[in-house]
């Protein structure tokens, strides 16, 4: 018997990126555990990829090229060549340029796999060169990295090791343990050396439950906090003037906006007593090293962006910056020298692309948004828009169009494939060979594959190699190996990879980038901030002009950005839908709802695998206080609706304090065509963006709910 | 929902569960460990790295060993947390052979 383990490394988009070892006997994967010797994951994975080999050999595997033979939606496909399939979508798609020009096409994807080169950008060039619609893809930290450039640049921040010599943590909107949980054991460490561990977040999550001081927030209100927070530092003078005088830009007009942002306004709206926002910012700064963690949930509202404005001039107001363990910590993917520009071929495209946000594919693909020519070929990839994008049903009604041609490739029979009029299938990471960046860490990672693809399946970049050939491109770019397409993935002439090469790399399978030790790491000690100023913009010069989405998120498109007018002072933007702001609306939908990560799932993947949705309860579980469910009759654990202007879901009731007063928690991720067997949370979110960066506002919104 | 020890652990408590957990969810007797439910975070690491294969996620319990879901959530509220490694009980490499064959 054949036995070998191989080291990998997660494709999910998670922070954590962990390090795999997958044990296969005879050219089978029998079992995958975490690799005991990667500093950062130390060992253990979770509760969605434990088991990831039944993922791999799931019967629910979509494992052959399939075409549609019954009406959309239903379901019902019958295999076919990967030959046919070519031959129909470069038929397809080369009519419908012919009639209506290439912006008739609107791939769609966003980071199912977030491999370099199979994840985020592997499709880019291709529809570049087609000059097809371009999708910005804002669904997560779009509005946060337009702040963050705004503000102090992207700069990776506090190296998340680093917390262990943290004496003030908090954790804003971030629940360590289901969405990033290998970092908790920095933070213990911190809390074992004496630092004092504080999280905000409107539920006493189970990161909450081991703080040192839970903070309860109404949704969508976090700006008004730190903003107060802000106003207290100033006011009291708790500000680090020598670092606010050297590295930073914009304190006079901070110190004036931040006048009228007083403890009793932001009690006001947060619903936090005075004396806790006094104490929150007096102890913030006054207890170096202090570290911020913000979760992507911060950015989910209509002030999102400035919420993360403000929040990201704490750390240079208070001299955070000169410690080591005291800072920002969002994004360290900015560490990793990554070729975004030759992954995504900019240069490829015309001077003037068509934007369609991934938001808006429901009223893209109906009609209901104006558009000349209208989209008539959809290329879906790493993405389930049916399951986790707002307005569902009228993503629905558009997918259901019969002179759409929709293209899905996917593991499973997701809730949009089924739409599909071809499916193809996709390896899963232990059948792909990539390289991989993480937001969560600073170790560049290689995942070797473990077995070989199952039945027909092919990694996105083989999958695209395929498309262009179909579509007649002669450039060699386009046909590129795995292994030249990795080695051209980083930028190696970059100190940050200095001694790393990519043998030693696929031996090891990660690599901590050549930066200082996490026990020396502090990048903005002397300034130095990634900003057109080189210092911490207060008054954010990029306010100038207006407001936009990182090219990143744009297939590299820097073009035809909406521009709105921006602030440049951070400011506060209450929720658009909130008792206070919406009074009329709050007399008929009283609660507000949000919907966090569920602990099981990864977005949606695993909302179809047994042992994820085992974990998760069944079925869909909607967490109400007490307090709000008895007045309206319910019971724990009995069948709940949820509903509000925009559509309804049902569910189960499951009631705690552990949430709020007002508000009700459901996580995100079971499919319409799993258990819940009806719409999902996205048929209740609403389709407004934030302020900055089109991030999304689905934790933003009024409902109610009522017995079903 | 949470990870469960079971009677595999009796007489054995080779501990190398607690050196993983990142939560500090382990308690202990003279016997064996527990999991606190409320604590564990699902993420797994104890299982494999256990040398008896005593601990199992609780929506996929072995036959008959259903009754530890509570054991553990009864045991652990009653017994103090193991934070480190301690040295397996006397004739625990005996069980452990026992229960690999």
């Known amino acids: 018997m054949a036995r070998e383990v191989v080291i990998g490394a997660c494709p999910h988009d998670c922070p954590d990126t962990c390090s795999i070892l997958t044990t296969v006997e005879d050219g089978k994967a029998i079992a995958v555990r975490g690799n005991p010797d990667h500093p950062f994951t130390k060992g253990r994975l979770c509760v969605k990829v434990n088991d990831y080999q039944n993922r791999v050999y799931s019967d629910q595997r979509v494992l052959y090229p399939m075409k549609r033979v019954g009406p959309k939606g239903s379901g019902q496909f019958a295999r076919i060549g990967w ?41 880019d060039p291709l529809f570049n060169k087609l000059g097809a619609t371009v999708c910005e893809r804002t669904f997560c930290d779009s509005g946060s990295c337009t702040a963050y450039m705004m503000t102090i640049g992207h ?42 561990l504080v999280v905000i977040d409107p539920v006493r999550t189970r990161t909450a439950r081991l703080a040192d001081w839970h903070i309860p927030i109404r949704p969508g209100t976090d700006g008004a906090l730190a903003l107060a927070m802000m106003h207290i530092i100033i006011k009291e003078g708790l500000t680090d003037r020598d670092y606010i005088d050297r590295h930073t830009i914009g304190f006079d007009e901070l110190a004036e906006r931040c006048e009228a942002y007083t403890p009793e306004f932001a009690s006001a709206e947060t619903g936090i007593p005075v004396e806790d926002i006094l104490k929150l910012a007096r102890e913030y700064a006054t207890t170096p090293p202090a570290v911020v963690r913000i979760g992507v949930a911060v950015e989910r509202h209509a002030g999102g962006g400035q919420t993360v404005r403000a929040i990201a001039c704490l750390p240079a107001l208070i001299g955070a910056w000169t410690h080591v363990g005291g800072g920002l910590l969002q994004l360290p993917i900015w560490a990793f020298p990554v070729n975004w520009a030759g992954l995504m071929r900019p240069d490829l495209q015309s001077e003037s692309m068509r934007v369609i946000n991934s938001w808006k594919l429901g009223p893209a693909l109906t009609g209901e948004m104006p558009l000349d020519p209208p989209i008539r070929a959809l290329f879906v990839y790493n993405a389930n828009p049916m399951a986790m994008v707002s307005q569902q049903q009228t993503i629905e009604r558009g997918l259901a169009r019969e002179d759409l041609f929709t293209v899905v490739s996917e593991h499973f029979l997701t809730d949009t494939a089924r739409y599909a009029d071809i499916v193809l299938p996709a390896t899963t990471q232990l059948e792909q060979a990539d390289i991989m960046f993480s937001w969560g860490h600073l170790y560049l990672s290689y995942n070797n594959p473990a077995i070989a693809p199952l ?176 007045p309206r009759g319910i019971v724990a654990g009995t069948p709940i609706r949820v509903f509000n202007e925009r559509g309804a879901f049902e569910a189960f009731a499951t009631l705690s304090a552990d949430v709020m007063r007002g508000v009700v928690v459901a996580p995100a991720g079971f499919w319409q065509r799993s258990n819940q067997r009806g719409p999902t949370v996205h048929a209740l979110t609403p389709t407004a963006f934030a302020d900055l960066g089109h991030a999304p506002t689905f934790s933003d919104m009024l409902v109610d709910v009522a017995a079903a | 929902m949470a990870y469960v020890v079971t009677d595999s652990c009796h007489g054995c408590r080779y501990t190398e569960c607690v050196t993983v957990c990142p939560v500090e969810c ?15 975070i699902d993420c797994g690491g104890c299982a494999p790295i256990c040398p008896v294969g005593a601990i199992h996620p609780s929506w996929q319990m072995p036959a008959g060993k259903a009754e530890w879901v509570e054991i553990n959530r009864l045991r652990a509220a009653e017994t103090p947390v193991i934070a480190a490694k301690i040295p397996p009980l006397p004739g625990a490499d005996e069980q452990a052979r026992r229960l690999a064959s």
């Open chain 1, 155 to 196: 700069t990776p921040g506090v190296d998340p090791e680093s917390f262990v010599h943290s004496k003030y943590i908090i954790l804003w909107a971030c629940n360590t343990l289901s969405t990033n949980s290998h970092h908790w054991p920095f933070i213990e460490q911190a809390k074992r050396n004496g630092a004092k």
């Open chain 1, 83 to 123: 030959d046919e399939a070519l031959d129909t979508i470069a038929g397809r798609w080369k009519a419908i340029i012919a009639e209506s020009g290439p912006r008739a096409i609107l791939p769609y994807s966003y980071l199912g796999t977030q491999g370099i080169i199979n994840g985020l950008n592997v499709g």
């Open chain 1, 455 to 630: 039945g027909e399946a092919v990694p996105n970049t083989e999958l695209f190699r395929r498309l262009a050939k179909a579509m007649d491109i002669d450039d060699p770019f386009f046909f590129r190996s795995d292994d030249t397409m990795i080695a051209e993935s980083m930028d190696w002439s970059s100190p940050v990879l200095a001694g790393i090469t990519l043998d030693e790399l696929k031996q090891k399978g990660y690599m901590r980038l050549t930066m200082d030790a996490a026990d020396s790491w502090a990048p903005h000690r002397d300034g130095n901030f990634p900003t057109a100023s080189g210092k911490c913009e207060f008054k954010s010069s990029l306010a100038a002009g207006g407001n936009f989405v990182v090219p990143l998120f744009r297939q590299g498109y820097g073009g035809d950005q909406s521009g709105e007018p921006v602030d440049p002072l951070p400011h506060y933007l209450p929720p658009n839908e909130s008792l206070r702001t919406a009074p009329a609306l709050a007399e008929r939908f009283p609660l507000s709802l949000i919907s966090p990560k569920s602990h099981a799932f990864l977005n949606s993947n695993y909302g179809n695998l047994p042992a994820q949705v085992a974990q998760a309860g069944e079925q869909q579980a909607v967490l109400l206080h007490p307090e709000d469910a008895g």
């Open chain 2, 26 to 40: 382990f308690h202990l007797d003279e016997q064996m460990t527990y999991i606190d439910p409320e604590n564990c």
